[in-house]
């Protein structure tokens, strides 16, 4: 077991790599009562050409696969993994992402039960034709659910709009018609692929003690056998430069008008740490403008183009990048050219070191705080080892960031590669 000190967060991490290959991370939090565990796999909503598991052929698999498994998990032959846990009075639940899929439990007692029943429910797979059939028709209504919420037909329309070939384009639930392709053989293939333990990562904090907790998951998985695993292929995507649509209108039943621009970002760096300094450098810069206490801010909701909905967001992936900037508005018209004049123009706007300190110091306060929330640190942890990033290097790298990192962002404000999405009350 190897243990890496962060004295300056004052923590201590666990890790151990199993003869299986799963990466197993442990954080202790002393005087913290709950526990939270995440197990997470590689495997997200963009996954859907690759080679299986001691296959040859590179196969596609139908939209919103990943997110079917994810729901199909928690049975097991003898009962449902989320009863289970309810039973040692813990919570569970699981999500999926383009990039991964996580479960999850958080508990305050019964830790080491948590924890076994975390890795047996998802180390192990119980499909019938009967159950997956079942589940079709849940999937179905939840990807209506989302059909009728304006807010996400908005926001993922927006992404739409951005993307001619890459998968992120697709719901990550799929469509009706994807979902009723999907058969056991493609989930089975899809789970012994992905679900290999070389392909996942568990990761514990909280009420715990690592040199009983360490040993006593080692033991778990060295009662388990598992095929071995070779690296996976996935499909490179060849996403052309260039904006699918310049701009689309969606009439639905809203009062408010509901509009996004979004700005499609093809230079994406190579190296983690450069993505890391990219990432942050880039919310530094949006707080700048487009924050509460931002001029930009004040003068929009002034003239009632914005309210409490607007938002500016940076969205930074495996190999895409894009930001999101809208909300509700009177206006959507108004808004749409507001924002992409600011796009087109944006080499002409300054920002100062007064308010890239104090934006910074703000950044770092929010950063140490998230080490106050056990759910918290799971989360971001998970999100980033995916990336090649340890989330205890976030603090490091905002440090070293200088203003000059923020004008390096200025050509990637290019706007032909803006795009609107609008949702319109119906006439």
């Given amino acids: 077991m190897k243990i890496i000190k962060y004295p300056n967060l004052q923590e201590t991490l666990y890790f151990e790599e199993m003869e299986n290959g799963l990466k197993v991370y442990l954080l202790p939090k002393e005087g913290f009562s709950k526990t939270y565990g995440l197990f997470t796999t590689r495997f997200g909503s963009v996954d859907t050409t690759f080679v299986p598991l001691h296959e040859q052929e590179m196969i596609k698999v139908p939209d919103g696969i990943a ?37 999850l439990f958080s508990a305050t007692s019964h830790e080491k039960e948590c924890i076994e029943l975390l890795l047996d429910f998802v180390q192990d797979i119980y499909l019938t034709d009967e159950n997956i059939e079942k589940e079709k028709g849940i999937i179905n209504q939840e990807i209506g659910m ?69 040993p006593f998951i080692r033991e778990n998985q060295n009662a388990k056998t598992f095929e071995k695993a070779n690296a996976i292929e996935r499909m490179k995507v060849e996403e052309p430069l260039a904006i699918d649509k310049k701009e689309d209108v969606l009439y ?60 500016a967001q940076f969205t930074q992936e ?3 990048s894009f930001l999101q900037i809208g909300g509700d508005s009177l206006y959507p ?7 992409q004049d600011f796009i087109s123009h944006f080499a002409e706007y300054d920002f100062n070191e007064k308010d890239f300190l104090r934006l910074k110091k703000k950044t770092m306060g929010i950063l140490i705080s998230v080490f106050n929330s056990p759910e918290s640190i799971a989360n971001i942890f998970s999100r980033y080892y995916f990336e090649g990033i340890m989330i205890f290097d976030l603090i490091d790298c905002l440090n070293e960031l200088t203003i000059e990192d923020l004008e390096q962002l200025r050509p990637l404000f290019d706007i032909q590669y803006a795009s609107s999405f609008m949702i319109l009350p119906q006439k």
């Avoid at 018209?333 to 924002?339: C, H, P, Q």
């Fill in 333 to 339: 018209e108004k808004l749409k050219n507001k924002i």
């Fill in 67 to 103: 997110h079917f498994l994810e729901h199909k998990m928690f049975e097991m032959e003898d009962g449902d993994a989320s009863t289970k846990f309810a039973r040692l009075g813990a919570n569970t639940n699981a999500f999926t992402s383009s990039s991964r899929t996580a479960y």
């Fill in 318 to 320: 495996r190999d895409y």
């Fill in 252 to 311: 639905m039943d809203v009062t408010m008008p509901k509009m996004i621009v979004s700005l499609k970002i093809n230079d994406i760096p190579i190296n983690p740490q450069e993505r890391l300094k990219r990432e942050l450098s880039m919310n530094l810069l949006l707080d700048i403008f487009f924050a509460k206490s931002s001029s930009l801010y004040e003068e929009w909701m002034k003239e009632e183009l914005i309210n409490d909905s607007f938002s």
């Fill in 146 to 214: 989302y059909d009728d919420d304006p807010d996400w037909r908005c926001y993922f329309g927006s992404i739409q709009n951005l993307y001619q070939k890459h998968p992120v384009k697709i719901d990550i639930a799929g469509t009706v018609e994807t979902v009723s392709q999907i058969d056991k053989s493609t989930l089975e293939k899809c789970y012994h692929t992905f679900y290999h333990p070389s392909n996942m990562m568990l990761f514990v904090v909280g009420n715990i003690d690592s040199q009983e907790i360490m």
